[in-house]
């Protein structure tokens, strides 16, 4: 799997100890309105950590989506590494939304 690929490497115990214990940053919706440029979200469909359906989730798939008019979301057969999981799906959908700005 994509996700649990990273684990063998001899490092990633270290890496994934700081990530959980480290500053995140700011949150998203702290700075998602000084964005004025267009925006492609690409999304997997079968996101175990972020779903569609629930907090940053939904967020993004319809808070952020109708507030912000030259936002577009495509949702593709992937996890939560959609470039990894459908590397051609997301090609896809990019190169279809650069057809739009």
Not at 60 to 73: C, I, V
Request: hydrophobic content about 35%; proline content about 10%.
């Amino acid at each position: 799997s994509t996700i649990t690929k990273p684990a063998e490497d001899p490092n990633a115990l270290k890496v994934f100890v700081k990530i959980l214990t480290g500053y995140p940053g700011e949150t998203p919706d702290t700075f998602m309105d000084q964005i004025k440029q267009p925006m492609l979200m690409v999304w997997g469909d079968t996101d175990p950590f972020t779903p569609l359906e629930d907090g940053y989730g939904e967020y993004f798939g319809k808070e952020l989506l109708h507030s912000r008019p030259l936002t577009q979301l495509e949702v593709v057969n992937a996890g939560h590494c959609p470039q990894d999981d459908d590397p051609e799906g997301v090609n896809k959908a990019i190169l279809k939304w650069l057809q739009t700005v």
